[in-house]
């Protein structure tokens, strides 16, 4: 029994954990594949059990979900503010909300939450289930929708026709911004009020005709799925409104049953109008026109004809239409027409034609037809029209003037040979001014290059207002813009010299007072640099008032700076010549006169030499007889040398010791410098070598160098000492000459060998010795160098090669 | 913890409880200890441990009436 009740027992409790087990599968079941996302929570506020799609949402594992708070699983944010619904919930309070919540993966979610408490045996709330929807996808259709709601309302409200939404009673249950914008235009009363709910038959029973009214009754009442017609409105400004009124059955899902759109067409009658206005008035043109004019198709039938054409032809218009030609004309007339057509219809090109008609009254007719082809805007020709003009009376008169012509064309070929004969006289006339024009330019040319080349200016002074023209030439030669002169007398009076000024006076009055033929005179003027320039004024009066008085002066200003400054050279140069035919007078006079000092001197020394010879004479006499003979000896020797120096160079080539030179030049010039308190301090070496010279030359060097430096000191020069070094090597002989003088001054320095250069004045110098001096030192082979130093003294070098070696 | 090794556990116990009840005079009713053991099948979380274990429990039960110490044979002798 025992076993039994234990069996029973297993049975049981098998039976039981099955059924258990199985509920508990099917749970799980349901909770692994719903799309809600399920979990439970206990009175910790910690999940204890979480579905699959719990762990998808959130994207994390289970583990990290079962047994964690709510705040860290859901994060501090969202723990907030679903806190109080959790709070109530383990209170035992279901709880039902929607939230806006932050994933994980940062993107919104509209969730509902769903808390179901779980109450114990005893009834305590063990915790509560958590059931959230996620809302997201219908929370964003609903975005969607709202914005394409928002988006179709935008495009009813801006379409410009009224769009009414009826139900089947006529109660408006939508329109749009262009509905309440007409009313409201039509009916002040209608001012802020909102149609939703009124009947719109109520709102147009006082706006539109009566006949209106009922046809919208009635398609309303019979629900006719579409009709339209139109109507007009007057608006209070007096202006006519048309309008056209459609209607089609709302589609389903709509609250209305009718959709009611009117289309202001105001501006499309206008046009209508303006149509048939021009349609009558191109009609009246071509009926009232005096040309025949016709329209045909392509296959040839009328389809206009205007009313000239019925008079022209006599036929009718009603006769004619929707015919072909030949049906209404004779086979002849009808052949030309249709060949003409043709032409056009094929070649698709306006053309001028010449048609004959037949005028029941008049006869045979001419007319000028012009036929152009009718096409469609896309270029399809679909007709052609026909103009004529009758060119009868026209034909007519052309045949007369044909012979009018045939006379006239013969008086005007002679009167054309006439005038070719004038024309090629005038001709040559015109050819000979033209070269007549064009010596005259190139004269005019040469007369320009002429005075560009002689820098000549040119004036012209008109004496009775003062003015005077100056050449371009004139300003720029003296270095005036064109600009900066006045064109006056008084700018001419400033610029010419004061020295000059009545010089010039003179010489013009006496040109105006036609005592010379010609105004010339030399004057200076200012240059824009402030520098006298010398000019050549030639003048001559070119034009006399009818009293005979002056009234224009040309003249030219030539520049003659040059040949002033030419002349002051020469002027300055025949002073030097004067100063040097002086000295050579002196010359001669010098040699004239030591002839004549010789012999008296010779006498007195032979005298002295004999009385040294008496006896008689103490020992002190003699001694002074001695010094008087030595004396005289000197003389003699200075009157020699002067003599010899004076004479003209004999141009002879000899070997000749340049110590012993030195020596004959220095007795020369012994006395002045004596006088002068000069010390010369010879340095000569002594083993000399002898230059092959002309002597009297190189003496003349040598005298200038030592004549410039006596005349190199000043009177109260305290040390006055002149250095004489001569020195002589294998090939050179040098002879160096220096003075404590005043030196050369840098600004002559490089020119001190060059002609009529001198700083001792055209009294003392000729500025010729040292230019004389280099000259001949060169054509011996010769070089003198010198050196100089401003109140310190100069240096003077003179090389000469020895005779071995010339 | 995985079903295989559940299984392996609940069946050394069910092979234990059998034992007891082997070791067990008829009279004690050592079968109702495999109740404990269909019980912890509750934590397998399978309905088919219950059906395995509750039968296993029923035959050896029945097995136990015959080989247990005075069992069926002093039955017999009555």
């Not at chain 1, 692994?32 to 009175?43: A, C, G, M, R, T």
């Not at chain 1, 010039?669 to 004596?674: A, H, I, N, Q």
């Not at chain 2, 995985?2 to 050592?30: H, Q, W």
Request: net charge negative; aromatic share 10%.
């Amino acid at each position: 029994m025992n076993r039994f009740y234990a069996i029973l027992s297993i049975s049981v409790t098998a039976l039981f954990g099955y059924i258990s087990s199985s509920y508990q599968e099917h749970l799980e079941i349901i909770s692994k594949n719903i799309s809600e996302l399920v979990s439970f929570v206990d009175q910790n506020q910690c999940f204890q059990y979480v579905n699959e799609s719990y762990l998808d949402w959130f994207g994390i594992s289970r583990e990290k979900i079962v047994n964690q708070p709510l705040e860290k699983v859901l994060g501090q944010q969202i723990y907030e503010k679903i806190k109080p619904f959790i709070l109530s919930a383990l209170k035992g309070e279901e709880q039902d909300f929607e939230i806006q919540i932050l994933k994980g993966n940062g993107k919104e979610a509209f969730v509902q939450a769903k808390y179901f408490p779980k109450k114990n045996w005893a009834g305590k709330t063990e915790g509560f289930f958590a059931i959230i929807s996620d809302l997201t996808p219908f929370k964003q259709n609903e975005l969607l929708i709202e914005r394409e709601n928002k988006r179709l309302e935008t495009i009813l409200n801006s379409i410009p026709f009224q769009i009414w939404v009826l139900n089947e009673n006529g109660e408006i249950k939508y329109f749009n911004t262009a509905c309440q914008d007409i009313v409201l235009q039509l009916d002040q009363s209608f001012v802020g009020t909102d149609f939703i709910g009124k009947n719109i038959i109520d709102i147009y029973s006082d706006l539109w005709r009566q006949e209106d009214i009922e046809t919208l009754k009635g398609h309303l009442k019979e629900q006719t799925k579409f009709f339209s017609f139109e109507y007009s409105l007057y608006f209070p400004t007096g202006q006519r409104h048309f309008l056209i009124l459609g209607t089609n059955m709302a589609l389903e899902g709509f609250d209305g049953k009718f959709v009611i759109s009117h289309i202001d067409i105001t501006q499309r009658k206008l046009i209508e109008e303006k149509i048939a206005n021009t349609k009558s008035q191109l009609e009246a043109i071509l009926d009232n026109s005096p040309a025949i004019i016709y329209m045909k198709d392509m296959s040839g039938r009328y389809l206009m004809v205007n009313q000239f054409y019925e008079e022209a032809l006599n036929i009718n218009r009603e006769d004619i239409i929707g015919k072909t030609t030949h049906e209404v004309f004779p086979k002849v007339l009808a052949d030309q027409f249709v060949k003409n057509d043709h032409r056009v219809m094929t070649t698709l090109q306006p053309q001028e034609v010449e048609e004959e008609i037949w005028d029941h009254a008049a006869g045979k007719k001419t007319v000028l037809s012009i036929q152009f082809p009718l096409k469609h805007e896309n270029g399809n020709p679909y007709g052609i029209c026909g103009i004529s003009t009758d060119i009868t009376q026209r034909k007519r008169d052309f045949h007369h003037l044909q012979k009018l012509k045939t006379g006239l064309e013969g008086e005007i070929r002679e009167s054309t040979l006439e005038l070719i004969r004038k024309n090629e006289a005038l001709t040559r006339e015109i050819e000979g001014h033209q070269i007549t024009q064009r010596q005259l330019e190139t004269s005019e040319e040469r007369f320009k290059y002429a005075l560009e080349v002689s820098s000549d200016g040119i004036w012209d002074w008109n004496l009775k207002t003062d003015e005077v023209y100056f050449s371009p030439g004139w300003k720029e030669s003296l270095g005036y813009k064109p600009d900066e002169v006045a064109n006056n007398l008084d700018f001419w009076k400033n610029i010419v010299h004061p020295d000059d000024l009545e010089k010039v006076t003179q010489a013009l009055q006496k040109h105006l007072n036609e005592e010379t033929d010609f105004y010339i005179c030399e004057n200076r003027l200012c240059t824009k640099s402030g520098q006298w320039r010398w000019n050549l004024v030639q003048g001559k009066v070119v034009e006399w008032d009818d009293e005979g008085k002056p009234s224009r002066m040309i003249g030219t200003d030539t520049n003659i700076n040059h040949r002033k400054e030419a002349e002051l050279a020469l002027q300055e140069t025949q002073k030097q010549l004067n100063h040097m035919e002086k000295l050579s007078a002196l010359g001669k006079l010098t040699g004239s006169i030591s002839h004549e000092f010789n012999n008296p001197i010779y006498a007195i020394r032979l005298i002295l030499e004999q009385l040294t010879e008496e006896v008689n004479i103490s020992n002190e006499n003699r001694k002074g007889l001695m010094i008087a003979i030595n004396e005289c000896k000197r003389i003699s020797n200075l009157i020699a040398k002067l003599k010899d120096f004076y004479l003209p160079t004999s141009g002879e080539l000899k070997s000749v010791f340049l110590n012993e030179l030195i020596d004959d030049v220095l007795m020369l010039l012994r006395g002045p410098f004596e006088k002068k308190g000069i010390q010369v301090i010879k340095n000569f070496q002594e083993d000399e070598k002898p230059v092959y010279v002309v002597e009297d030359q190189i003496k003349q060097v040598l005298l200038n160098i030592l004549q410039n430096a006596f005349e190199a000191f000043e009177p109260d020069s305290k040390k006055m000492d002149i250095g004489i070094n001569t020195s002589f090597s294998e090939t050179e002989a040098k002879v160096i000459i220096r003075d404590s003088g005043s030196g050369i001054s840098k600004d002559i320095f490089e020119t001190i060998f060059e002609p009529f250069v001198t700083t001792k004045g055209t009294e003392k110098g000729s500025g010729l010795g040292l230019p004389v001096s280099y000259s001949i030192i060169e054509d011996h082979s010769g070089k003198i160098d010198v050196e100089s130093e401003l109140s310190k003294g100069s240096c003077f070098t003179i090389t000469l090669p020895v005779e071995d070696k010339i | 913890m995985s079903k295989t090794v559940l299984a392996i556990i609940y069946s050394v116990l069910t092979i234990i409880v059998f034992i007891i009840d082997l070791n067990t005079e008829l009279g004690i009713a050592g079968g109702i200890l495999y109740v404990s053991v269909i019980a912890l099948c509750l934590l397998a979380k399978d309905k088919h441990f219950f059906v395995a274990f509750g039968l296993a429990g029923i035959i050896l039960t029945i097995a136990g009436y015959f080989f247990s110490p005075g069992g069926v044979k002093n039955t017999r002798c009555y």
